[in-house]
Every structure is written in structure tokens, then in C-alpha cells.
């Protein structure tokens, strides 16, 4: 397997970006959204699991819930988990960072064991738009979690999406991909604003929805 260079770059103004590949995979402004979505997944408290790291910011706000026992976030690239600990030396004793493929580690999860999943894997764009895969892995993560679970995806954007995003997509797109393996879905909406030079958003600011599925 080829490795990806990875890089995490701070901008003067504070701005910070993680590069896989130049890609843009990440950026600080996304930081309320995922914090949005861990308290939206964390609700009811329990064990979790979040299937990539990214720059931490939904790990460690599932991780130091007061009701959150245990959190295991899978994550691809060693890099990615290095960058991570050095930015976060003593991360709480309820996290767990396992380095792995997720389409590997999806078949080790036993039925019933997590009260949440939260899904932001840095994937190729055709890997999200692949419908056989979901129709793979989904039921998967479905069987792991319990009754009541909650699963949350990366926060969807509106309008049309560039070229240059991977994961971002529109919410009925994200419904399209994954209502039909639920019985419910939360929708909020919440404005954001990206960087000068984020590429994967249809605009600079606008409306973002934060999609919570659950398992009854």
C-alpha cells in the first residue's frame, strides 16, 4: 500500500489544515460542527466508537463526556494518530486509538456493542458513491450497535458541491446514502464559516446539517 503524505499546516491567523495527499482533509473551522455532532451521537451516554480521527476535535469531546466509558476511534493512517498525540499528549484514560483499516476492523465488531458510531473516514469520493459497498459495510455497523444507538456521518453542506470535496455532500444525499438502514433521523441546521481558501465547500459560509440516524 502506498503511503499518503500528511501534514498538519498552521496558517498566521490561527487557521489549521490536515493534508493527505494536498488533499484538504480537514480544517479547524469544522470544530463546533463536530462537537455538535459528538454531543448529538453522546446524548444517552455509553461506549462509542468514531471510524476516523481527523485532528481530534469529535474524539475528544465523546472522550471526556462525564457519561462516556469508553471511546475507540479507528483510524487509517499512522500519521494522522502521530500528529494527533502530539498535539494531545495525556488524551483521557476513556480513549482508545487503534491504527486500521476500517473495511478490515468492520468485520471484528460484535453485535450490540456500541451506543453510538460516529463515520468520517477520509475516503475517495467514489468509495462514499459506491452503493454495493454501503449495502457491504452498513448492516455491519448497524448489527454493532444497540438498541437506541445513534450513528452520525460527517455534517452535510448545501449547495452544489466542488470538485475538489471527498466526503462533503448534500443532505439528501447523505438521507439517499443512509436512511434506508434506520428507523429515525434528526436533522440540524447550523451556519458555518470556512477558511479563504477551504476547496471542498460550495461557499465560504452557509448552512451545514448535522444528520443524526437511530437505531430503534
Not at 31 to 42: I, Q
Not at 67 to 96: C, G, N
Not at 160 to 180: G, I, K, N, Q
Amino acid at each position: 500500500m502506498q503511503v499518503p503524505d500528511i501534514a498538519l499546516v498552521r496558517g498566521g491567523n490561527g487557521d489549521v489544515t490536515l493534508y493527505i495527499d494536498e488533499v484538504q482533509a480537514m480544517q479547524g473551522w469544522e470544530r463546533a460542527l463536530m462537537w455538535r455532532s459528538a454531543d448529538l451521537l453522546c446524548e444517552r451516554g455509553g461506549e462509542f466508537l468514531e471510524v476516523g480521527l481527523g485532528l481530534g476535535y469529535s474524539a475528544l469531546r465523546i472522550a471526556e463526556r462525564a457519561d462516556t466509558y469508553r471511546h475507540t476511534v479507528v483510524e487509517k493512517y499512522p500519521k494522522v494518530i502521530e500528529l494527533f498525540r502530539e498535539e494531545h499528549p495525556a488524551p483521557p484514560p476513556t480513549l482508545t486509538i487503534i491504527q486500521a483499516d476500517f473495511f478490515d476492523y468492520v468485520d471484528k465488531l460484535e453485535p450490540g456493542s456500541f451506543d453510538g458510531i460516529f463515520f468520517d473516514p477520509e475516503l475517495p469520493k467514489e468509495l462514499f458513491e459506491d452503493r454495493d459497498l454501503l449495502d457491504e459495510f452498513m448492516p455491519k455497523l448497524v448489527r454493532a450497535l444497540r438498541s437506541g444507538g445513534t450513528f452520525v456521518p460527517m455534517f452535510s453542506l448545501d449547495g452544489a458541491v466542488p470538485d475538489a470535496a471527498t466526503c462533503t455532500a448534500t443532505p439528501a444525499v447523505m438521507l439517499d446514502r443512509y436512511l434506508r438502514f434506520f428507523d429515525r433521523v434528526l436533522v440540524e441546521r447550523h451556519r458555518y464559516r470556512a477558511y479563504p481558501d477551504t476547496a471542498y465547500t460550495p461557499a465560504r459560509q452557509g448552512d451545514a446539517f448535522i444528520l443524526c440516524f437511530t437505531k430503534e
